[in-house]
């Protein structure tokens, strides 16, 4: 009997967020974890910790795609961690290793993973984040899920 793989959902955003986008993001990471589905994000804080946070308290796996040669800075909640020594460059794995990403927030580093996204033609849902073509902007972590099982048809 053949099994499929899991759904791997990328989690993009600061490395240092509000308090407010952090709830934001723990609630997506517990409900990507309820999915059944693997968290991936750049490993870091902010958005990418509390995002892991959220799905490690649901039981969930996460991974961590670090920039570094280390994993000095990675967050708590990595169940798995991928080392690059990349430095930014690691966007494209977490890019090509997503099914689909949501956006939370975030500056530039998080416009240019969603730029390598769209240009993939990979699936992008947006919390508050860049409200640029291609984005799907959503009202918060339920409706993303929502639109992501809708896609991907769940």
Not at 19 to 27: F, G, L
Request: proline share 2%; net charge neutral.
């Amino acid at each position: 009997m053949e099994e499929s793989r899991n759904i791997q959902i990328g989690v993009i955003g600061g490395r240092f967020c509000s308090q407010k986008t952090a709830r934001i993001a723990e609630e997506l990471g517990r409900l990507i974890a309820e999915e059944g589905w693997t968290l991936i994000c750049g490993g870091r804080g902010g958005v990418m910790e509390a995002a892991c946070k959220g799905a490690i308290k649901a039981g969930g796996v996460t991974i961590g795609v670090l920039p570094d040669s280390s994993d000095s800075k990675a967050n708590p909640y990595l169940t798995h961690l991928i080392l690059t020594g990349m430095g930014e460059g690691r966007n494209v794995i977490i890019v090509h290793s997503a099914d689909a990403l949501v956006a939370v927030d975030g500056k530039y580093g998080t416009l240019s993973e969603i730029a390598l996204a769209l240009a993939r033609k990979k699936l992008v849902f947006g919390i508050g984040t860049w409200d640029i073509s291609g984005v799907k902007m959503v009202k918060d972590p339920a409706d993303a899920i929502e639109r992501i099982k809708e896609v991907l048809g769940e």
